[in-house]
């Protein structure tokens, strides 16, 4: 069973920034590509940004390029989505998803998380 533990939504403000977290096992996280996903009310979920498991490729959903970065520390096993410029369509449950072995994203998932929830007022 893989753990998935997400956390740093929260409400904001339009331009503001923030930083989501997504901490796992070190077994799950030296093997794994990991990505976050969002899910607004009424919508379906949808890619938001994948990383792979070596850290060496990124990749974004073109509705989010040049404002959110994804990153790993393997040191903690953790991987961050780091939010700028916010708006309110960014408003949704964020997700962290991982797969086990290689590849690019969007792609197949593994294991999801729980989510965590960003409201962006405005």
């Known amino acids: 069973q893989v753990q998935l533990v997400e956390s740093g939504g929260r409400v904001v403000q339009a331009g503001d920034s923030l930083r989501l977290s997504c901490a796992t096992s070190r077994r799950t996280f030296s093997s794994c590509a990991m990505a976050w996903f969002r899910q607004a009310p009424g919508k379906e979920r949808e890619f938001v940004a994948g990383?792979?498991?070596?850290?060496?490729?990124?990749y974004y959903a073109d509705s989010v390029k040049g404002r959110f970065t994804i990153s790993r520390d393997n040191a903690k096993n953790t991987i961050y989505l780091q939010m700028n410029s916010l708006k309110p369509e960014d408003t949704a449950v964020y997700s962290c998803?991982?797969?086990?072995?290689?590849?690019?994203?969007?792609?197949?998932?593994?294991?999801w998380g729980q989510g965590t929830q960003v409201t962006v007022s405005s």
């Open positions: 990383i792979t498991w070596n850290g060496g490729n990124t």
């Open positions: 998803a991982v797969r086990r072995g290689g590849g690019g994203w969007p792609g197949r998932v593994d294991y």
